[in-house]
Structure formats: structure tokens, C-alpha cells
Nanobody
Framework: QVQLVESGGGLVQAGGSLRLSCATS????????MGWYRQAPGNQRERELV?????????DYADSVKGRFTISRDNAKNTVYLQMSSLKAEDTALYYC???????????????WGKGTLVTVSS
């Protein structure tokens, strides 16, 4: 069974840095696009896209994080990272990992989500 487990969240002061990791496991044949999304506390809207990275390494970022966050992946470890710098109070959110994964024998990929890791930025 596919699992995504995020780690690296915590409390940091404004201007500081954190590195999030998302490790995937369980019957994986290949992983296509991986990404990070976030949802601020009390925000009932859909999760906001933060950054994505394709299997070939192409990246895309939300305008609000460009120049401050960097997404990367280690295909050998089936892991995606999010390096966050110059953090602001408005970056406070639950950060979720998503991956489009093809499991053994499947004809197409399915989106899987982790349970999230909380990032709190104090001003």
C-alpha cells in the first residue's frame, strides 16, 4: 500500500529556514509529478499549490514562494524535498505532499497524499 510521510515541520522565527521531506513507499513502479501544497489554519478553501516537480526535474512555484522555496527530489529514494527560506508569518500552514504514482501493473498513475506536517512561523 502506497504511503507518503512528511517530516521536517516545526516552529521557526520569521526569516528562518526549514527543510521538509516526503518519503514514499509501498508497491511503487514509478513516480511522476510530486508536489507540495499547504492549507493555512482555519482556511476551509482548497489546499494551495506551493511547488511541483516532474520526474524529469522541471519545477513550478506559486508566485508567493518564488525565490524563497526550492523543491527537489531524489528519484532513487522516492523522496521529495522543500527547502524553505526567508520564511514569513503567512507561510504558516499544514504542508502536504502529493505524488502521482504508478503501482505495479497499473495502466496509469493515481494521486496520493500525505497527512501533512505543520509549519509555524512566528513574527
Amino acid at each position: 500500500q502506497v504511503q507518503l510521510v512528511e517530516s521536517g515541520g516545526g516552529l521557526v522565527q520569521a526569516g528562518g529556514s526549514l527543510r521538509l521531506s516526503c518519503a514514499t513507499s509501498g508497491g511503487i513502479f514509478s513516480i511522476r509529478t510530486m508536489g507540495w501544497y499547504r492549507q493555512a489554519p482555519g482556511n476551509q478553501r482548497e489546499r494551495e499549490l506551493v511547488a511541483t516537480i516532474t520526474s524529469g526535474g522541471s519545477t513550478d512555484y506559486a508566485d508567493s514562494v518564488k525565490g524563497r522555496f526550492t523543491i527537489s527530489r531524489d528519484n532513487a529514494k522516492n523522496t521529495v524535498y522543500l527547502q524553505m527560506s526567508s520564511l514569513k508569518a503567512e507561510d504558516t500552514a499544514l504542508y502536504y505532499c502529493k505524488a502521482n504514482i504508478i503501482t505495479g501493473g497499473a495502466p496509469y498513475g493515481i494521486d496520493y497524499w500525505g497527512k501533512g506536517t505543520l509549519v509555524t512561523v512566528s513574527s
